[in-house]
């Protein structure tokens, strides 16, 4: 049996969008340069 | 005390107007801080020449590298072990504190660790390394599972694929960091070839990144919905708006069904990631390529790396993608799809068909990603929000099982092979071939998977986390 929706979100708080923005640089920054180390490396596969 | 206080789970509890997609960065710092777990391997060559101070040369006290494999394999028991227990704990105190104690395990693990390798002494390093930091890995793996179900009940493959994509991501940013500490470190002048000063460093970086998630997790208040959202718009019957207790969970044959997917799915992925660098160079040698033609072993190294990022595109892919195809469907394509591509891989190996052959691996590869980051979504699906942090970290001794499975059973069909004078592909013919038998396991395991008897459902409403303050 499915309980009815339940919807008690409130509009997000302005400027919260910043901040989502700078806690991804956080950790994209550091997972794309993991990221672009291992592509490196993946390329001597095609040499 | 009040230090305590602010870890507790009533202290984050998110305001009206918390922006949701602040928390999987949360998350994602704290995979991708244990995801360093699979780049130990750049210490094992330093590690194992403290005394001779040469690589290249260890001296005979010098540690073997089968002594330094135990402490990889002592880590991956002791995630699997102490997610299984921990695992109620979390679902009571809530993410925060239990990410605060995987922080202060993981980093202490690597302190006393660093202490071990001054020292000389292998047993601290296992200590170290392998079981405070193994305790610290198994919580920290399960530790924003479930909130983030809870903040994404719309798109929970979407939530836990990018928490669990950070643990594929963690050792692509953890192997050039440790090499270029160790290089810094060593001429320096730090003595140990600057082992232990990168373990310290390490440990003092993990702590601070890790507090990245500690302070900005937070669980949503009991009665948030995103919204417009409609739970189960599938209408599938194998999304559950009841919820089933971590205890409970372990009496349904649904549970057991999903430890099997979760086991063969992981074993025969490891079949391949143990033995990429050796498969490949093997299968497509000078003396089967034509001489100069050949894959190097810088070449097998970029093919490892390859494998890397499929792995991690994998877990972010599949799972975004079970979100609209569903947990069951996703499971079968990893498996019917997995069967026919290992059956596939001799072939391409006898037939010198290398690009192919690459192309088969990282398809099979993003699967074994995919399977770890899509099980939380099914087992939220088939058991409810309740406690699934918990079930999930008791599922994950599915993994620990894998982690000594899966090297096991390749090691021993190549060996006896090569025993049989087989070489090159053909010496790994009947290692693919027993992986793609183990998925038609899976495949049957998953196929079983049924809605959950309503008699394990807690009876009325229950809290999120019981117990919380």
Redesign the interface.
């Known amino acids: 049996?499915?309980?009815p929706?339940?919807?008690?979100?409130?509009?997000?708080?302005p400027g919260?969008?910043g901040?989502?923005f700078l806690?991804?640089a956080?950790?994209?920054i550091?997972?794309l340069?993991?990221?672009s180390?291992?592509?490196i490396?993946?390329?001597?596969?095609?040499? | 005390m009040a230090e305590a206080s602010l870890l507790d789970r009533s202290r984050t509890v998110a305001g009206p107007g918390y922006n949701r997609w602040l928390i999987p960065p949360a998350a994602l710092a704290i995979h991708l801080a244990i995801g360093q777990a699979y780049a130990f391997s750049v210490f094992k060559k330093p590690l194992g020449a403290l005394i001779s101070g040469d690589p290249a040369a260890p001296a005979a006290a010098d540690w073997t590298p089968t002594q330094l494999g135990i402490i990889f394999s002592i880590a991956i028991v002791l995630l699997g072990l102490s997610a299984a227990i921990f695992g109620k704990w979390l679902e009571r105190v809530g993410p925060r504190k239990a990410m605060m104690a995987s922080a202060l395990c993981f980093s202490g693990g690597f302190f006393i660790a660093a202490l071990g390798v001054h020292l000389h002494n292998l047993w601290i390093v296992y200590f170290g390394y392998g079981v405070v930091g193994g305790i610290g890995l198994g919580i920290g793996y399960i530790s924003p599972v479930s909130t983030l179900i809870k903040w994404f009940p719309d798109r929970r493959g979407v939530a836990t694929g990018m928490a669990i994509m950070g643990f594929g991501g963690g050792a692509m940013i953890a192997s050039p960091l440790s090499v270029a500490l160790m290089d810094h470190f060593k001429t320096s002048g730090t003595g140990t070839l600057g082992v232990a000063a990168t373990f310290l460093t390490l440990g003092v970086i993990y702590l601070l990144f890790m507090q990245f998630g500690v302070w900005t997790i937070r669980v949503p208040a009991d009665d948030w919905a995103p919204a417009g959202y409609v739970p189960n718009p599938q209408h599938s019957a194998l999304i559950t708006s009841s919820n089933v207790s971590a205890d409970n969970a372990l009496k349904t044959p649904q549970f057991w069904l999903l430890w099997v997917v979760l086991l063969t799915n992981v074993t025969a992925g490891i079949g391949v990631l143990e033995t990429a660098s050796p498969l490949i160079q093997e299968s497509f040698s000078d003396a089967v390529m034509g001489a100069g033609r050949g894959v190097t072993a810088a070449a097998a190294a970029g093919f490892v790396g390859l494998l890397s990022l499929f792995n991690l595109l994998g877990r972010f892919f599949w799972s975004s993608a079970s979100d609209k195809m569903g947990r069951k469907t996703t499971y079968a394509i990893y498996f019917g799809l997995g069967i026919l591509l290992y059956a596939l891989i001799p072939t391409l190996g006898r037939n010198t068909q290398l690009a192919l052959y690459v192309g088969v691996a990282c398809v099979i590869i993003s699967m074994y990603g995919g399977g770890f980051a899509t099980i939380p979504a099914y087992l939220s699906d088939l058991f409810g929000k309740y406690q699934v942090g918990a079930i999930h970290g008791r599922l994950l001794t599915a993994w620990s099982t894998a982690g000594v499975l899966g090297p096991l059973i390749v090691n021993f069909l190549h060996e006896s092979r090569k025993a049989e004078g087989f070489t090159g592909a053909a010496a790994y013919q009947t290692v693919f071939y027993a992986m793609a038998g183990l998925l038609v396991v899976g495949l049957l395991a998953n196929f079983a998977v049924t809605a959950v008897n309503e008699k394990y459902n807690e009876k009325g409403p229950v809290k999120a986390e019981p117990g919380g303050h």
């Open positions: 049996m499915n309980q929706p339940v919807s008690s979100a409130t509009p997000e708080t919260s969008g901040a989502v806690a991804w956080f950790v994209g550091p997972l340069w993991g990221v180390q291992t592509f490396k993946a390329l001597d596969l095609f040499k």
